[in-house]
Nanobody
Framework: QVRLVESGGGLVQPGGSLSLSCAAS????????MAWFRQGPGNEREIVAT????????YYAESVKGRFTISRDNVENTVSLQMNSLKPENTAVYYC????????????????WGQGTQVTVSS
């Protein structure tokens, strides 16, 4: 079993920054492709960013490119999401997710999920 626990959400003003962290336990973390998804009010859960097991390849949703950065630490078993220049439309619950065997942007391909952390961007 894999356990994922997110932290770092909160309230931030437009233009501000937040850093989310996800701590993983239970299986060999370095074997997983890791991802961040988000689900805003009334919306479906959507991909934000992914990172391969080595950290050498990343993917970003078009709406966050240049503002968000995903990274991972296979020693500390964590994956992070640095979010800069935040906008009100980035308000959502952010979820950390993990899967074996290959990159995917589909939420249906991720077997392991954290409980989510709320990010609210508002003045």
């Amino acid at each position: 079993q894999v356990r994922l626990v997110e932290s770092g959400g909160g309230l931030v003003q437009p233009g501000g920054s937040l850093s989310l962290s996800c701590a993983a336990s239970g299986r060999t973390f370095s074997s997983f492709v890791m991802a961040w998804f988000r689900q805003g009010p009334g919306n479906e859960r959507e991909i934000v960013a992914t990172v391969t097991w080595s950290g050498g390849r990343t993917y970003y949703a078009e709406s966050v490119k240049g503002r968000f950065t995903i990274s991972r630490d296979n020693v500390e078993n964590t994956v992070s999401l640095q979010m800069n220049s935040l906008k009100p439309e980035n308000t959502a619950v952010y979820y950390c997710a993990a899967r074996y065997y290959g990159h995917s942007t589909s939420r249906y391909d991720y077997a392991y999920w954290g409980q989510g952390t709320q990010v609210t961007v508002s003045s």
